[in-house]
C-alpha cells in the first residue's frame, strides 16, 4: 500500500492530535480522529486563551531545531488558514545566570544565533518597568516569541484537517487500541475500526488508555490565575513580552489578550498530582493562590494580588520532562506522543509532523533521538 493511501487513526484530537490529523491528512493519508469531548475544550491540557511561543529553551538546547521546524509550520497553518494563531510580541527569559536553566537559555541562543536582546537592569526598568529583578539576574529577550491561542489553534488544525478530507468523531472515546495483523483496531463503544497504523495522543488520559505503558507518565493538576494590572501601559504598550522566571521558583507569565489582565503560571514542582482525569478537582483553594501573592509583591508590584479569573488543567509529566515520541515497545504501527511535561504547545506542529512521519514512513528525518520511545528505559 502506498503511504498516500494508509489509513490511520488520531486518538485524542487536542493539542498534538489535531496538529497530527492536519500533517497526517496533507500527505494524503486517509484520517480518523476520535476525541472523548470535541476540538478545543477545556477539560485537558489546552486552554486558558494563551500558551507561550519561543526561540531560546530552558531545559535543553536540542529542542532548538524541533522549535525551528515548528515555527515554519506555524506560520504554514496560519497562511493556510488566514486565522492569527500566534503573535510574536517577544518573551523575557530572567534568572541567575549561575543556574542551569539560564546557562541552557544562554547555550541556545549562542548555539543557534538566536534573534535576542540582552537587558541590564537599567534598561529593563526603562523598557520593562513592571518587572523588579533579583541581584545578579540575567534578562534576555528573545525576539522570535510570544503568544499562541491554543483553542483557536486546535480548532483550526482540526477543521484544516476535515477540509483535508479527514473525518473527526467527537465524544467518542477509545476504549481501546489492538494490535493486529497488518495495522491497529480501535475499539469504542459504537464498535471497531481496522487501522494501518494509529497516532496515540490522549494527552492526561494516557494512563487510562495504556495501563500497561512501560514509562512513567505522572498527571499533574495546573492552576492558571489571571490577574488585573494597575499600570496597564507597561503591560500593554507597543511591547508587550511575555515572560518565564527561574527563581525563586519556575513562573511566568502573559500580558492577556483582553488588553487588562496578566495571567501567571507556575513551574510542575507546585502542582499537585491528579489522580483520576475524570474527576479533575477545578476548586482552586485560598491557600494555593499565596504563592501566587508572594511572587506578585516581590516581582510585580502593579498587579492586584486578587485573581480576577482561576482556572484548572491537567498535563502528564515524565520524570526527565522529555516527552515520550514514537512506537510503542512491540507494536510499530502504534506511534505514541505523551509526557509533554508542561512545554509541548509551542512544538505541537512539529510534532504532529513528526507523528505523520512515523506513522506513514516508520522514520523520522527530524532530530528526535534524545524524545523517543525507542532507547527510552521503563520506569
Ligand atoms: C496551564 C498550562 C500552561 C501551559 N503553558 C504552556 C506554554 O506556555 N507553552 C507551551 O509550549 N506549553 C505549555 N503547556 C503545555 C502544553 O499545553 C501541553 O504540553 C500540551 O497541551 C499537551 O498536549 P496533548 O495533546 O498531550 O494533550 P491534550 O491537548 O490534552 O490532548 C489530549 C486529547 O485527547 C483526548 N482524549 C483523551 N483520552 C481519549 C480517549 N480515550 N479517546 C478519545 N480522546 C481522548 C482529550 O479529550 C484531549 O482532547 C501548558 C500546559 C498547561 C496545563
Redesign the pocket.
Known amino acids: 500500500m502506498s503511504a498516500a493511501r494508509k489509513r490511520v487513526a488520531v ?9 497530527a490529523a492536519w500533517r497526517l491528512a496533507a500527505r494524503g493519508a486517509e484520517v480518523v480522529g ?6 478545543g ?1 477545556d ?6 486563551e ?5 526561540s531560546a529553551h530552558f531545559e535543553d538546547t536540542r529542542y532548538v531545531p524541533l522549535l525551528q521546524h515548528a515555527d515554519v509550520l506555524w506560520e504554514q497553518l496560519q497562511q493556510e488558514t488566514g486565522r492569527e494563531l500566534r503573535r510574536l510580541t517577544g518573551c523575557l527569559l530572567m534568572g541567575s545566570p549561575e543556574g542551569q536553566q539560564m546557562a541552557t537559555v544562554l547555550d541556545s541562543i549562542a548555539e543557534h544565533g538566536l534573534d535576542h536582546d540582552v537587558l541590564d537592569a537599567e534598561s529593563l526598568a526603562k523598557r520593562f518597568p513592571q518587572h523588579r529583578l533579583d541581584d545578579g539576574d540575567a534578562v534576555v529577550l528573545d525576539r522570535r516569541a510570544g ?2 491561542r ?1 483553542e483557536l489553534t ?1 480548532q483550526t488544525a482540526a477543521r484544516r484537517a476535515e477540509q483535508l478530507g479527514a473525518v473527526i468523531h467527537r465524544y ?4 481501546e487500541i489492538v494490535p493486529v495483523a497488518n495495522g491497529v483496531e480501535i475499539r ?1 463503544d459504537a464498535g471497531s475500526e481496522h487501522f494501518d497504523a494509529a497516532v496515540v ?6 494512563n ?2 495504556l495501563p500497561d505503558l512501560p514509562w512513567q507518565v505522572d498527571v ?1 493538576r ?3 490565575a489571571w490577574f488585573m494590572s494597575t499600570a496597564p501601559d507597561a503591560w500593554f504598550g507597543e511591547e508587550r513580552p ?1 515572560f ?1 522566571r527561574t527563581s525563586p521558583t519556575h513562573w ?1 507569565g ?1 500580558p492577556s489578550p483582553d488588553g487588562v489582565s496578566v495571567k501567571l ?1 507556575l513551574s510542575q514542582a507546585l502542582h499537585r498530582l491528579a489522580d483520576d ?1 475524570n474527576q479533575l478537582d477545578r476548586t482552586v483553594r485560598p491557600s494555593e493562590l499565596e504563592i501566587y501573592r508572594d511572587l506578585i509583591g516581590r516581582y510585580l508590584p502593579d498587579l492586584c494580588p486578587d485573581p480576577t479569573r482561576l ?6 509529566y515524565t520524570e526527565s520532562s522529555r ?1 515520550l515520541v514514537g512506537p510503542l515497545p512491540g507494536n510499530e504501527n502504534v506511534i505514541l ?12 506542529p512539529a ?1 504532529g509532523d513528526i507523528a505523520a512521519d512515523l506513522a506513514l514512513n516508520g522514520s523520522s528525518s527530524q532530530p528526535i533521538d534524545f524524545i523517543s520511545t525507542a532507547d527510552r528505559v521503563a520506569a
Request: hydrophobic share 40%.
Open positions: 486518538v485524542g484530537v487536542g493539542t498534538m492530535g489535531s496538529q476520535y476525541d472523548r469531548f470535541a476540538p475544550h477539560r485537558s491540557a489546552a486552554g486558558g494563551t500558551r507561550i511561543f519561543r503568544f499562541i491554543p486546535i467518542t472515546a477509545v476504549r469504542t495522543t490522549p494527552g492526561p488520559w494516557v487510562d488508555l499533574r495546573v492552576i492558571s511575555a518565564i511566568y502573559l503560571g482525569p482556572a484548572v488543567y491537567m498535563e502528564g516527552p506522543l505523551a509526557g509533554f511535561s508542561g512545554h509541548g504547545f509551542k512544538l505541537s510534532f
